[in-house]
């Protein structure tokens, strides 16, 4: 196969090949300059800030309750988890106390956002494949389940502005959790059904077996996280290695690649992480503590402590961090994203040199880049 | 050999896995909605478009001019024009402009709104065909009094009460029902007269000319906009 | 939305050296620590240790910081600060490395300079980049500095305070806008 | 007889309208000629049924960069179908493609890879603003790198609000554009097609309009020919 198209003495005149920024497969406005010695790539340069929307900036000039509501637009995809990394921050700047139960509902809505993310790359990454509109279908229907629960809990499907400083915004009505319990009693048969078309089929196994292997060394120096590096088989979960929230609390396995860490081990790791987050959501719902649900008044003038603080969370895509430096007044001095999509993208060339155009959006598509976290 | 011809085993039997889940899903319910004829059942909390509320048992106004909202908000899509009465020494609000196409429906507004004034809607139908149709003034962002109680019902917020009598000498205590009416103008029941509104635009009777001869309206104006609203 | 008017961070006061300022000052780098960002240990080093020291904490088996999480410019008007995060893949320890560079002192007040690590660890390619492109430290020995998320031949550093924006076509305020 | 006479009478009010639309640099290259009277008598026939036809396969192109664009994936998919309203096929490729959903942030960087998306779409075209950022600018309305509004670009049909609209209120504007190119008239397109054009065009490098170029360059000139 394309090893052996590597080794061919066949010498053909090199190509420069423009990819994106308006593509299908780039999942937004990704352009790569591809160098190409026939079918081989031999040279890429990511060419990324197509999307760059200065929210960085923003953090600047909004005061941190307006602030609070801009966020999830920085990865849209897990909304939760961009809100989450912030008020983490936040929060430990400013000491304030955060009441079990909303714990218990970032978690829980956290893990219903990861179980969507990854429904929407797995419906993506069979695109890239060359599933067209027809595999994605199923995913997209358990994720409008999830975007229902998600709208009469937070009020819109993808810019939820729930977790607060604090807390979180509203406490559902316990009709909700009944809603969550039937989703989740029948989401396990959906991965089923999703497996039995995707994961032995031999198309996606030739697309997948052997193709992009990122090496622990390589994937380490390049600062890899998330289920990517998990694929490689490093075992690295911030909700493990360095818990937060009442992740100490809760019992669930980390996913881990089994092979050498290729396209099919990152996405055999989703799909359990996929189950494991199914498991997470029904132990919150048993573990359900009654009380408060924000330890800080929600004002316009809100304001934390001076003080800087890192804080990170394990993201869809990897470690979220959040980097707040404030003085004290309302709005933040420096604000600071170390986001997962931008370190996973990098490593992005080492995996492609030397693969055949064709395995291009196989590799991007498993290591799962949404562009605006790249680009904030 | 063998081994390729159980490969090939394998292959056709994942395959025709793959093809029976497929094959079973068209035998169920389908999952679409069916958008234009009916619609999407969409839960209390869900923000649309802006609205203004009046207050679902008198029918006043509740925005009460403290421009909160304008400042909260991050795209500052709001505009308030308001004037201080020169005779009751209180802020009267004369516009009310919410650029749709700048609003990013954060409900960050709704959130510090102190009377529950501006909410969000169920509304999401506000496509169009020019910019500046996107721009509502305070005519378009009233709701009626049906439409209010309805949010004030669904959203589960404690139902507002009426303002407080302005200091007038001539009635000073007065039953507070009957009371915030008052600030509907004498030129209201001139309008119900010549056009006889609907129901709907009753909130054209606030614009700035009137509001600022503002008089204490006697109970006969209070009677006159019930008729109104049973026409 | 004047960014000048921010007052600064109160700055913090020294502390006695931890876990990794004692490992360093072994080794014949000194430091000096700042106040904890979140009980995480914050230190001070030169410009001219800095290749050194980071080499030394990814490396050595004793500290084995092996993963850079971001490096980030901050412009605190006089001075701007690089800042380096750095975890481990392996253990828990965490350690936060500023690097100060006093404005006033280079010729080119456009930009500051400062060592590129992106020669031994990748992870700060990008990174570096990035922080060139909107704060505007110009990292030396750089393999490939040049604009990331701006287009390549943008005018000035968006994240630094005294930042001008560029008012054309594509961004005045519209007649129509409240703003 | 009668319906041809009064669609000549038309086609003569359609031309001194038009005349009013051409811009003046380009007025004295534009006649009038007998054939576009002809054009203008037939597209009042033909209009009606390609209008039509045209309105119940719009195909869009699958042009997304940011949040928008997942909301536009959800209206292709099983819960809301877009194709019941003849626009599931979605285009890779602009030269196949009608419509322009312009689905999420457009930055500076972006605008001239919109400009070109544009121009190769081929007559008719129609454009839909989707969402806050490509209306006005919406929550980066003040932020250094973002076009504020789509609209100063390229010329827009349809303005839906949202951040991101609900995939309904796609299917709304969808609606609402089919009604707009029922009613079209294709000889008074084809005058208009100067006005279609991209509003300014911007440099790929540094994002400037080539008007605001253009005008600097001028000013250079000026200068340089006064000091001489």
């Known amino acids: 196969m394309s090893t052996n198209l590597e080794t061919t003495n066949l010498k053909t005149d090199e190509m420069i090949i423009n990819m994106g920024p308006q593509h299908p497969a780039t999942h937004g406005v990704l352009r790569l300059i591809l160098k190409l010695d026939g079918e081989i790539v031999r040279h890429v340069e990511p060419v990324i800030g197509h999307l760059h929307r200065a929210q960085e900036w923003q953090g600047q000039n909004r005061t941190l309750f307006q602030y609070q509501a801009l966020i999830d637009r920085v990865d849209y995809l897990s909304g939760m988890f961009t809100s989450l990394a912030f008020a983490h921050a936040c929060e430990q700047i400013d000491g304030c106390q955060i009441p079990p139960r909303a714990q218990y509902l970032r978690a829980l809505v956290c893990e219903m956002n990861r179980i969507s993310s990854h429904l929407l790359w797995l419906g993506t990454f069979l695109i890239d494949l060359g599933a067209l509109f027809g595999f994605p279908f199923y995913p997209f229907r358990e994720r409008e389940k999830l975007l229902d629960l998600f709208e009469e809990i937070a009020g819109q499907r993808m810019m939820f502005n729930y977790i607060r400083i604090g807390g979180v915004q509203r406490d559902p009505k316990p009709s909700w959790f009944e809603k969550v319990r039937k989703f989740t009693a029948e989401f396990p048969d959906r991965i089923d059904e999703y497996e039995a078309i995707v994961t032995q089929n031999p198309i996606v ?81 048993d573990k359900m503590p009654e009380g408060e649900i924000s330890g800080k008044k929600q004002i316009a003038g809100l304001r934390i402590k001076a003080g800087e603080g890192f804080s990170a969370i394990e993201s869809p895509r990897g470690v979220l961090g959040c980097y707040v430096i404030s003085n004290g007044s309302d709005k933040a001095y420096r604000i600071r994203w170390r986001n997962p999509s931008f370190c996973n993208l990098a490593v992005l060339p080492s995996l492609l040199i030397g693969r055949p155009i064709s395995d291009i959006m196989a590799i991007f598509g498993s290591i799962d880049v949404i562009l605006p976290d790249v680009d904030r | 050999m063998s081994n390729l011809l159980t490969r090939a085993k394998d292959s056709i039997y994942q395959v025709l896995r793959g093809l029976k889940t497929v094959a079973v899903h068209s035998l169920r319910i389908p999952t679409t909605k069916e958008y234009p004829d009916t619609m999407p059942p969409l839960p209390p909390h869900f923000r649309g478009r802006l609205a203004l509320n009046v207050n679902p048992e008198t029918n006043e106004h509740l925005c009460i001019s403290c421009r909160q909202c304008e400042r909260v908000c991050p795209d500052k899509c709001i505009e308030i024009t308001a004037h201080k009465s020169p005779e009751t020494n209180k802020l009267e609000l004369i516009d009310f402009k919410i650029d749709h196409g700048l609003c990013m429906f954060c409900g960050l507004c709704t959130e510090v709104c102190p009377t529950d004034c501006i909410i969000n809607t169920n509304d999401f139908e506000m496509a169009d065909y020019s910019r500046e149709a996107l721009v509502y003034d305070i005519r378009k962002l009233t709701l009626t009094q049906g439409e209010s109680s309805h949010y004030f019902a669904a959203k589960e917020i404690a139902l507002p009460k009426p303002k407080p009598a302005k200091p007038v000498a001539s009635a000073p205590i007065a039953p507070s029902i009957a009371k915030p009416v008052e600030t509907k103008t004498e030129a209201k029941p001139v309008e119900t007269k010549t056009e006889a509104k609907p129901a709907e635009t009753k909130t054209e009777t606030k614009p700035a000319e009137t509001k600022t001869e503002a008089k204490p309206a006697e109970t006969d104006t209070d009677t006159k906009s019930t008729d109104n609203e049973s026409k | 939305m004047s960014q000048t008017d921010t007052n600064k961070p109160n700055e913090t006061k020294e502390m006695e050296l931890g876990k990794f300022g004692k490992f360093l000052k072994d080794n014949g780098i000194d430091s000096t620590r700042k106040d904890d960002s979140i009980n995480v240990e914050t230190i001070v080093i030169s410009v001219k240790d800095l290749e050194p020291a980071l080499r030394l904490l990814k490396t050595s088996s004793e500290t084995k910081l092996n993963m850079l999480l971001t490096i980030s410019g901050v412009d605190y008007t006089d001075r701007i600060d690089s800042i380096y995060h750095l975890w481990s893949y392996d253990h828990n320890d965490a350690l936060v490395i500023k690097v100060e560079l006093p404005k006033q002192s280079q010729a080119n007040t456009d930009t500051v300079n400062l060592t590129s690590i992106a020669n031994f660890w990748s992870a700060a390619n990008w990174h570096e980049r990035e922080t060139y492109d909107l704060v505007g430290i110009r990292y030396l020995r750089h393999p490939y500095l040049r604009r990331i998320l701006n287009p390549w031949d943008w005018e000035g550093h968006p994240l630094r305070r005294d930042y001008k924006q560029l008012v054309d076509a594509l961004n005045d305020k519209n007649p129509h806008s409240f703003r | 007889m009668s319906e041809l006479l009064n669609n000549d009478l038309n086609s003569t009010d359609l031309a001194r309208e038009n005349a009013a639309l051409i811009s003046p640099e380009l007025a004295d290259t534009v006649t009038l000629t007998s054939i576009d009277k002809a054009i203008n008598m037939l597209s009042q026939i033909v209009s009606p049924i390609a209008n039509l036809a045209r309105s119940n396969s719009v195909w ?104 991101p609209p609900r995939p309904e209120a796609i299917l709304d504007a969808l609606l609402k554009l089919q009604q707009k190119i029922r009613t079209e008239n294709y000889a008074k397109r084809r005058v208009q097609a100067y006005q279609q054009r991209p509003v300014c065009y911007v440099d790929y490098d540094c994002g400037r309009p080539l008007e605001d170029l253009l005008a600097m360059a001028m000013e250079d000139t000026s200068l340089a020919l006064d000091q001489k």
């Open chain 1, 205 to 285: 196994l030739k697309r997948t077996k052997g193709v992009g292997i990122l090496d622990k060394s390589v994937a380490m120096d390049y600062g890899v996280t998330g289920p990517s590096i998990r694929g490689s088989g490093i075992n690295y979960d911030l909700r493990k290695t360095r818990p937060y929230g009442i992740y100490p609390e809760l019992n669930f396995e980390i996913p881990l690649g089994q092979n050498q860490g290729d396209t099919w081990d990152r996405y055999m790791c989703r799909i359990l992480e996929m189950r494991q987050s199914n498991n997470l959501i029904n132990q919150c719902l």
């Open chain 4, 60 to 163: 869009p192109l699958t042009f997304g960069t940011s949040c928008c664009a997942i909301e536009m994936m959800c209206v292709g998919m099983s819960a809301f179908d877009i194709s019941r309203f003849g626009s599931e096929v979605f285009r890779a490729t602009p030269r196949q493609a009608d419509l322009i959903i312009t689905a999420g942030t457009i930055t500076r960087k972006m605008a001239s890879a919109l400009i070109t998306l544009y121009e190769q779409l081929p007559e008719p075209k129609y454009v839909i603003a989707m969402g806050a950022c490509t209306i006005t600018g919406g929550m980066f309305n003040d932020s250094y790198s973002v076009v504020q509004g789509v609209d100063r670009i390229i010329p827009v049909d349809v303005y839906l609000p949202g951040c």
